[in-house]
């Protein structure tokens, strides 16, 4: 029925603020399966004085060097092996490179791969449009918007836009994004098991979109009509 005894291994791709790891997180507590990403993976190392690699991940964390792909790897290797992992597992932030996507390959069976695409100009328009307070109460100019767009409607502090959310760090975020991502989007198109979500949708289209052709899958492995 399934090519192996886990019917729910499954990635979800997308650009920064695509909603991914919502989309993740949601469909995780759907099928009750764990919510695994890397950067909880290595959070969790680093705190487990116990594990045998936490020391080497605390020395690049604490130092604010990244961690290296091989390490990273064997990290979520021995992650996906975990017995809460018995059914499947959602995962975002993994793979981040194309050599992570080949490595996953030899270590698990991935039944779904999901793009959440949206697309440049909606992302910076997200990002670009966001304003915070001192306090961190988060509004947004239209999706959101205080009623005085220098003013925080909750503690009356002054808002403020981030440097992270300015355009022209947006768009060198998306650059770099298209750069390590596009050639895993192909990795996986080519291998006929990427399926592209509309992302500019409400988020709870968006969760209809990923449910529904994992269900309509599962029904046609089992035979249901």
Known sequence: MFKNEKPFELIVLGPPVSGKGTQTELVAKTFSIPHISTGVILHAIKSDTSHPMS???????????????????????????????KFG???DGFPRTLE????LDSAADIDYVFLIKVTDEIIIERMSGRRVCKNGHTWHLKYSPPKNPTICDTCGEPLFQRDDDKPETVQSRLDIYHRETDSIVEYY?????????????????????????????????????
Request: charged share 35%; proline share 1%; hydrophobic share 35%.
């Open 55 to 85: 020391a080497e991940v605390r020395d690049y964390m604490d130092n604010g060097k990244l961690v290296p792909t091989e390490l990273v790897n064997k990290l979520v290797a021995e992650r996906i092996k975990g017995e809460d992992c």
């Open 89 to 91: 597992y959602a995962m």
């Open 189 to 225: 198109r080519s291998k006929g098991m990427l399926k592209e979500i509309d992302g500019e949708q409400h988020i709870e289209e968006v969760y209809y979109q990923i449910v529904r052709q994992m269900v309509d899958d599962l029904r046609s492995k089992v035979g249901w009509k």
């Open 100 to 103: 992570q996507a080949q490595f």
